[in-house]
C-alpha cells in the first residue's frame, strides 16, 4: 500500500511564543509532508513574519494564508481549501509534533472504513503549577490502540491538536462548523461516524502541547468547553441520557429528553460534601479527606507520568482540579439553557 500524502494544517493566532516550537517539530519529521499550511487568523504579534519567513524558507512545500474571519474552524477550512494532500493532519501552533507523529499517523489509515486518527497529546514542559496541572489532569489519552465507531458525548471525540481525516471525507462532510470555536472537533468526529467511518487512535503519534500557565486562561477554557457540551448533545441526540459515575457511566436512549449529568468531577463532590455536613456536621470531616485523596492521587499520576511533582504543586493541583470542574460546570448550565439540553 503507498504512503498517503499528507498536508500539514496549522492555525495560529497570537503564537510567536510557540509557533517556532511547532514548526522545528514539522521540519524534524522523519517522514515528511507533502506540505504545511500555516493560516493566520488576524495575529497582532509577530506570529505573521515567523510563519511567512518559514514559508519563504521553505518554497513548494509551505504556504502562509490569511483567514480574516476569526476562529480556528474558519482557519481550517481555509486551510483544507488549498490543500493537495489525501490526508489532512491538523496540529496547533502550541503544540510539538514528535519526530515520528506523521509516520505513525499515515500508517494508520490501514482500513478503508477509517476516515481520521487521532494521537496522544502529551504535556511538553512542567514548569509551573498550573503547567504541571494540566499535563496530568488536560486532554489524557489512552494507552492502548483502539478504534472508534461512535460516539457517546464521553468517548468518541478527540482534539484537533493532533487529528488526521482523509482530505474526501473532510470535504464531503462540509468542514467544521465555522459558528463554534469550542466543540467544532467533537462535532466533525460525530459526523464522521454517521458517514460510516471510523476513528483510529493510536497512542504512538504523539505531539506535545505547551499548556496554558495561568489560573484565568485555564477557567475560561474549561468554562467555554462545558458550554459545547449542551451544544453536542443537543445536535446529535434527540433522545439521550447519560449519568457520569466517576469511573462508571449510565445511559438510556428512549427516556423523552437529552441530559447529561456528571456527577463524578470534583466541584460536585465537594459541593455534596458540604450539603451532607450541612445535613449532619460531622459529614465535614470528609473534605480534607477528599483533599488527601486528591493529593495522592495527583502523586500518583505524576510518578506515572515521570512529572517531578513539588509539594507545593502537591498541595495546589487538588484547588486547581476544583476551580477547573467548577468552571465546566458553569458553562455546562450556560450551554443548558442555550441549546436546551440539560448538563449538569
Known amino acids: 500500500m503507498s504512503t498517503p500524502r499528507i498536508s500539514v494544517i496549522i492555525p495560529f493566532y497570537n503564537a510567536e511564543r510557540v509557533l517556532p516550537l511547532s514548526l522545528r517539530g514539522i521540519v524534524d519529521q522523519s517522514v515528511q509532508p507533502l506540505e504545511v499550511i500555516l493560516v493566520d487568523n488576524n495575529s497582532k504579534d509577530g506570529s505573521a513574519l515567523i510563519a511567512k519567513q518559514f514559508a519563504a ?23 483544507v481549501r488549498s490543500a493537495r494532500g489525501d490526508i489532512i493532519a491538523f496540529t496547533d501552533s502550541d503544540c510539538i509534533p514528535d519526530e515520528h507523529w506523521l509516520r505513525d499517523v499515515s500508517q ?11 494521537g496522544k497529546i502529551v504535556g511538553s514542559r512542567s514548569t509551573s503549577s498550573v503547567e504541571t496541572f494540566h499535563a496530568l489532569f488536560t486532554l489524557r489519552g489512552g494507552p492502548k490502540e483502539k478504534i472508534y465507531d461512535s460516539f457517546s458525548l464521553n468517548a468518541g471525540g478527540f482534539a484537533t491538536a493532533n487529528f488526521a481525516v482523509r482530505r474526501d471525507l473532510f470535504e464531503k462532510l462540509g468542514g467544521f462548523d465555522e459558528s463554534r470555536s469550542f466543540g467544532e472537533d467533537h462535532d466533525l468526529c460525530a459526523r464522521i ?10 497512542p504512538s503519534g504523539i505531539v506535545y502541547h505547551v499548556h496554558r500557565s495561568d489560573v484565568i ?30 469511573g462508571t457511566s449510565l445511559r438510556a436512549t428512549r427516556l423523552p429528553l437529552r441530559a447529561w449529568i456528571n456527577l463524578g468531577s470534583a466541584d460536585k463532590k465537594v459541593v455534596g460534601i458540604v450539603v451532607l455536613s450541612l445535613l449532619y456536621p460531622p459529614f465535614l470531616a470528609l473534605m480534607p479527606a477528599y483533599f488527601a485523596f486528591l493529593f495522592y ?43 436546551r439540553a440539560f448538563c449538569l
Open 57 to 79: 524558507g521553505h518554497p513548494g512545500t509551505c504556504s502562509y494564508l490569511v483567514e480574516p474571519k476569526q476562529g480556528p474552524s474558519s482557519a481550517r477550512n481555509t486551510g
Open 108 to 118: 494508520a489509515f490501514n482500513k478503508p472504513f477509517i476516515g481520521a486518527v487521532a
Open 193 to 202: 461516524y454517521r458517514s460510516g467511518h471510523c476513528i483510529k487512535y493510536i
Open 217 to 246: 486562561s485555564t477557567c475560561r477554557q474549561a468554562f467555554h468547553f462545558g458550554e459545547s457540551h449542551p451544544f453536542l448533545l443537543s445536535k446529535h441526540f434527540k433522545r439521550y441520557l447519560l449519568i457520569e459515575l466517576g
Open 297 to 339: 492521587r495527583a502523586g500518583v499520576m505524576a510518578k506515572r507520568e515521570s512529572i517531578n511533582l513539588s509539594l507545593k504543586n502537591r498541595l495546589v493541583i487538588p484547588l486547581l482540579l476544583i476551580a477547573k470542574s467548577a468552571s465546566m460546570t458553569a458553562g455546562r448550565l450556560w450551554g443548558s439553557v442555550r441549546y
